[in-house]
């Protein structure tokens, strides 16, 4: 038998490469990979949105809670308040707040900080809304380009925020009176700005108003408008009776500012933070503005009461001027104690209107010697100062120019600085002299003499009525027929003249009568002199009642 054939030996096993594997985390790591992942992000993006951290300093923590009290600008919120702290001093609260990072643009120098709640001022009401969220931040972007991280919060709200549309200015007051932070400011009875603050100046002679005039009314001031102070009713009597002027009914309540421009004036726009006078009326403030003025002072030795600063001063009806100052004039050889008033005469007032523009009343473009040759002609002439009654009601005096004819010669003092012009007393004070006078008169009269010499010449003449009545007894028993009807008719004379010296004769009454009344007469018009010297006005109203 053929021997087998071995069996084939098995083919050599031939190596495969094989790609390794890609590593695959196990599904269990997968949920905190991701969770890791997204933690990474916020964490990328809270770093990346996060805003810088500032202070801000408070006078209290009133409303500041870490974590909730939010920052607003333009009631969007751009920062949280996260801490409140008490200052080293306690003398303020210092919050450190973070912002967005968007809200970085708007922390520059002049940026402004407040509280926002509930308040209810006089005029306004605000915060209304932080009664339900609470209360929070406020913030008002400045016009600086300079950067800032520790600021200083205001105590209230600001009236005017840095983007409103408008133009600030100032006034000068002499008193604050019932003005406040938001006052509003009126042009034509229309609300056109407020009052954003006021200080004392450093000398402490008047008040510095800052105003805030809002577009479109800011381009009607110009450098000629008048502002005044609008609040409470100005009542003012006068010729054409009683007028009431006011400006709105929050004007009288919580009082308010008022400007306008004069028609005639054509200046363009006040520039920025123009300062203006604030005058305590209207009527003050729209005084027509006169560029050429002159001086003079008046010297009075009658009592000047009634009469005030800024009282007219009148030619014939027609005001060419005003009182300026009143004050005592002390000169030591001088017999009496006069007073000064010194007066500002507008010679514009007094024009030619066929001449416009050049004045013939107290001159305007006279050299200073034809001018002065002209004033001492009208004094010549009986020109005179007088005080005169404006109003019997109130007692009020008023300056009046004119001529007197039967004046005295006086001539001005133009040494005096300014000119002292003459003056003549005045009607009431003149009928106050001659009342004065009469009852000096009848003062001097000798009544008590002029009655003892009276009833001395009557006891006289009874003696001598005596003798004659005896004289005719004797002749009665001597005579006959005619002569004895002349003693009857001698006798019946006799007993009317005795009738007319009794006591109870109507001429000794009547005489002392006379003597009475003229007494009566003497103490009434003294008393009127008294009266009228302190109540000029009872020529009007008659005698004022006396208070118990």
Do not use: C
Request: aromatic letters at 6%; charged letters at 25%; a neutral charge.
């Amino acid at each position: 038998m053929p021997e087998p054939i071995p069996p084939t030996p098995p083919a050599l096993p031939v190596a495969i490469v094989e790609t390794p594997r890609r590593f695959r985390i196990p599904l269990v790591w997968i949920i905190p990979l991701v969770a890791a992942l997204i933690g990474l992000f916020l964490a990328a993006r809270t770093y990346y949105e996060q805003g810088p951290t500032i202070t801000i300093q408070f006078h209290t923590g009133e409303g500041l809670e870490p974590g909730k009290t939010r920052i607003k600008y333009k009631d969007v919120d751009v920062g949280q308040i996260a801490a409140v702290a008490l200052a080293e001093d306690g003398s303020h609260v210092v919050a450190t707040a973070r912002l967005a990072r968007e809200a970085a643009r708007l922390l520059v120098d002049d940026t402004r900080f407040w509280v926002v709640s509930a308040k209810v001022s006089g005029n306004s009401v605000s915060g209304l809304g932080t009664l339900l969220s609470g209360a929070y931040v406020g913030l008002d972007v400045g016009k600086s380009t300079e950067p800032r991280r520790d600021f200083v919060a205001l105590e209230a709200a600001p009236a005017v925020t840095f983007d409103a549309p408008g133009r600030v200015f100032a006034l000068q007051a002499e008193t604050i009176g019932s003005i406040n932070i938001g006052t509003p400011i009126y042009f034509r009875r229309i609300e056109a700005g407020q009052v954003t603050g006021f200080k004392l100046d450093e000398k402490g002679k008047r008040v510095d108003v800052q105003i805030f005039i809002k577009a479109p009314y800011d381009r009607f001031v110009t450098t000629d408008s008048r502002f005044w102070n609008a609040s409470g009713v100005d009542v003012k009597l006068g010729a054409d009776g009683v007028q009431v002027n006011t400006e709105s009914f929050a004007a009288i309540v919580t009082g308010g500012l008022a400007f306008q421009t004069p028609d005639s004036s054509l200046d363009d726009p006040a520039p920025p933070k123009h300062t203006f006078r604030l005058f305590p009326n209207r009527g003050e403030a729209l005084k027509q503005p006169h560029t050429h003025v002159r001086n003079y002072v008046l010297r009075f030795t009658e009592s000047v009461r009634g009469l005030s600063v800024g009282a007219p001063v009148d030619f014939r009806g027609i005001q060419v001027g005003e009182v300026t100052a009143i004050e005592p004039d002390f000169r030591a050889k001088a017999a009496d104690l006069g007073l000064l008033v010194e007066v500002n005469i507008f010679p514009g007032r007094m024009q030619n209107a066929s001449q416009p523009g050049k004045a013939t009343f107290f001159g305007k473009d006279e050299s200073d010697k034809d001018f002065r040759a002209f004033v001492d002609t009208l004094i010549a002439s009986g020109l005179r100062a007088q005080l005169r009654s404006g109003n019997l009601v109130t007692g009020q005096l008023y300056v009046a120019l004119d001529f007197f004819p039967g004046a005295g010669a006086v001539k001005v003092d133009w040494k005096h600085n300014p000119p002292l012009l003459p003056t003549q007393r005045g009607s009431l004070d003149e009928l106050q002299t001659t009342l004065l006078r009469i009852v000096a008169r009848l003062d001097k009269l000798p009544l008590d003499d002029i009655g003892r010499d009276t009833q001395k010449a009557i006891a006289g003449l009874g003696r001598t009525i005596d003798e004659a009545e005896n004289l005719v007894k004797r002749l009665d028993g001597l005579a006959n027929g005619e002569v004895r009807d002349t003693v009857v008719e001698a006798r019946s004379a006799i007993g009317d003249a005795r009738k007319l010296l009794a006591s109870d004769a109507p001429l000794q009454q009547d005489l002392r009568a006379t003597l009475q009344e003229l007494s009566r007469t003497a103490q009434m018009l003294r008393q009127l002199a008294d009266t009228l010297d302190r109540h000029p006005e009872a020529l009007l109203r008659g005698k004022p009642e006396e208070k118990p």
